[in-house]
């Protein structure tokens, strides 16, 4: 099992969803997010806005089905043709155990 975290625009967190639950990926958490990247933040005139708002998806899927939900992502969370800073990033975690709490029930 692996864990995916999507830390994305918060404007394309919709669009995301809809195609994540049309790929056949119906289970997702969503946060509302803060923070910045590798620009460390942008500047406004005098105003360094270093706290920026994203979105964080989260979900547990097979290993198998890794390069299909990383695919239905970057299609969808790119702005523009080239993509843009700040669109976000995808890190990708093994998961030793998950349990259903109302069941007990082991894995997915």
């Known amino acids: 099992m692996l864990m995916v975290r999507a830390i994305i625009r918060p404007e394309k967190a919709g669009l995301i969803l809809s195609e994540m ?3 056949g990926f119906p289970a ?3 946060l509302d ?3 910045r990247g590798k620009q460390k933040g ?9 706290e920026i708002p994203k979105v964080m998806l989260l979900t547990i899927i097979e290993d198998a089905d890794k390069d299909d939900l990383v695919r239905v992502i970057l299609k969808n969370a790119k702005t523009g043709e080239d ?6 990033r995808i890190f990708v975690s093994p998961v030793e ?6 069941t007990g029930k082991a894995g997915l």
Do not use: N, P, R, W
């Open 21 to 23: 639950l049309d790929a």
């Open 28 to 30: 997702v958490t969503k």
């Open 33 to 35: 997010v803060y923070g």
């Open 42 to 50: 942008i500047k406004v005139g005098e105003v360094h806005y270093d």
């Open 83 to 88: 993509g843009t800073f700040g669109d976000g």
């Open 97 to 102: 155990e998950a349990y259903t709490i109302s």
